[in-house]
């Protein structure tokens, strides 16, 4: 049982290149979300997802884009990656099934620099 | 979302008692009480949640004012491994757009001395 599993756990990027994040999980939760820390920083929210098909905004949605076609994978891009997107990204889900007191369960992060 | 204030920084000695303070003035009635912790390079990892009762788990006891404006979270025994990033965070069990969404602050970073 692995839980959430971001992929890569590493990557370095020139500006303007594109890459996909994936985050995989199989507690089969329905909620999905994407967050980036910054050095020093709290998680800000990217981008979630309430169920397979949908996507909204968060917090700090400029420059990404998310998609969730199956209910177990939660993917974020980036078109043109930008060296202020260079950050960390975490992936996290729950579930609302019994409302907003069950954790949230983070993957162990991708590491993310752009040149 | 409602505000949660922590100090920026506690340190402790191994296998004793933490008390790691938050002040959440603004808590409405149907927020609940969320400890999350990250350890270096890792994700943050669920601790311990309440809403108006104190509750204990394996890892840690969360004491909540009466008045719902504090609480405090204890690691009984410290140990070199609790030194993380502690975060509370308040969450609105209302639903709604922002039903599922943490708001992290900065947090406290915990040293635990050997």
């Known amino acids: 049982n692995a839980g959430v599993t971001q992929t890569p756990k590493f990557r370095v990027l020139k500006t303007g290149q594109s890459m996909t994040l994936l985050c995989a999980q199989d507690m089969n939760h329905e909620y999905m979300y994407w967050y980036r820390q910054d050095p020093g920083m709290g998680l800000r929210l990217i981008h979630y997802?309430?169920?397979?098909?949908?996507?909204a905004k968060g917090e700090v949605p400029d420059g990404y884009n998310v998609s969730r076609l199956k209910k177990q994978n939660f993917l974020l891009g980036l078109e043109s990656a930008a060296p202020s997107q260079t950050s960390v990204y975490f992936c996290?889900?729950?579930?609302?099934?019994?409302?907003?007191?069950?954790?949230?369960?983070f993957g162990d992060g991708t590491r993310l620099s752009i040149l | 979302d409602a505000k949660t204030t922590q100090p920026n920084s506690m340190e402790s000695n191994e296998e004793e008692p933490v008390h790691l303070p938050c002040n959440h003035s603004?808590?409405?009635?149907?927020?609940?009480i969320h400890w999350y912790r990250q350890l270096p390079s890792q994700g943050p990892e669920y601790v311990i949640h309440g809403l108006t009762s104190n509750v204990n788990n394996r890892m840690a006891s969360l004491a909540i004012a009466e008045d719902r404006k504090s609480s405090t979270l204890i690691l009984h025994r410290a140990t070199l491994r609790d030194a993380a990033v502690y975060y509370c965070?308040?969450?609105?069990?209302?639903?709604?757009?922002?039903?599922?969404?943490?708001?992290f602050g900065q947090g406290t970073i915990l040293t635990v001395h050997p």
């Open positions: 996290a889900t729950d579930d609302p099934g019994q409302g907003n007191r069950q954790p949230q369960h």
């Open positions: 965070i308040l969450r609105d069990v209302t639903g709604g757009t922002s039903y599922g969404k943490l708001t």
């Open positions: 997802s309430v169920g397979e098909g949908t996507t």
């Open positions: 603004t808590i409405s009635g149907t927020d609940y």
